[in-house]
């Protein structure tokens, strides 16, 4: 059992974003190592002194280089997209919304479903066809969360909305000092039908 659950708290369906981000740091990853190899073969030939016959000294240097800088690079991008998503959670409870992001510095989002006042799905034209999309989440009072390329993005927004549906009445009701009173001259007040939770 996971300990970060309340009682009676059950998850519903995990994810991480949809790997199509990982389309161009993959690319990258492969190119790298291709553009290095390259590059060493043509410096060890000696063509460099060819070009520039005052860096003739230097081939060994150039070559180390070349490593050092194709290392940074293909640690700095690709790795880093790598472990940024592979550091994103999105979790469904019967209770919250959990995001997760990051591995050394993590950050971590609970968002109770009974503040959610409207949830939609937002999709390119890429990502109908990847059936991926964004979860956009209405909080009330002006706040909001977005969840980016969430894949099977409309079985996710289904069983959000099912378990929202789920919830003890109870825990849809707002705090007492939420509701908006119309002023009728007395002081009291009568609540406003229009903000009721349906």
Do not use: C, K
Not at 68 to 88: E, M, Q
Not at 122 to 132: A, E, F, P, T, Y
């Amino acid at each position: 059992m996971r300990s970060w659950l309340a009682p009676g708290e059950q998850v519903i369906v995990q994810s991480r974003p949809q790997a199509r981000s990982l389309t161009l740091p993959v690319a990258v990853f492969l190119v790298i190592p291709a553009v290095a190899g390259f590059a060493l073969a043509w410096l060890s030939r000696g063509s460099v002194g060819r070009l520039a016959p005052a860096l003739v000294g230097w081939q060994t240097a150039l070559m180390t280089a070349v490593v050092v800088l194709a290392s940074l690079a293909w640690i700095v991008y690709p790795l880093r997209r790598y472990l940024r998503w592979a550091g994103t959670r999105y979790t469904l409870t019967s209770r919250r919304i959990v995001v997760r992001r990051g591995w050394l510095r993590r950050s971590r989002q609970d968002i109770p479903l009974a503040t959610v006042r409207n949830l939609g799905s937002r999709q390119s034209g890429l990502q109908r066809i990847l059936r991926s999309g964004t979860i956009a989440l209405d909080l009330g009072q002006g706040e909001s969360a977005l969840m980016a390329d969430m894949p099977e993005v409309a079985r996710f927004r289904n069983f959000a909305l099912a378990a929202i549906d789920e919830l003890p009445h109870s825990s849809l009701a707002r705090p007492e000092n939420d509701w908006n009173f119309a002023d009728d001259g007395d002081g009291h007040g009568e609540e406003d039908p229009d903000n009721e939770r349906r």
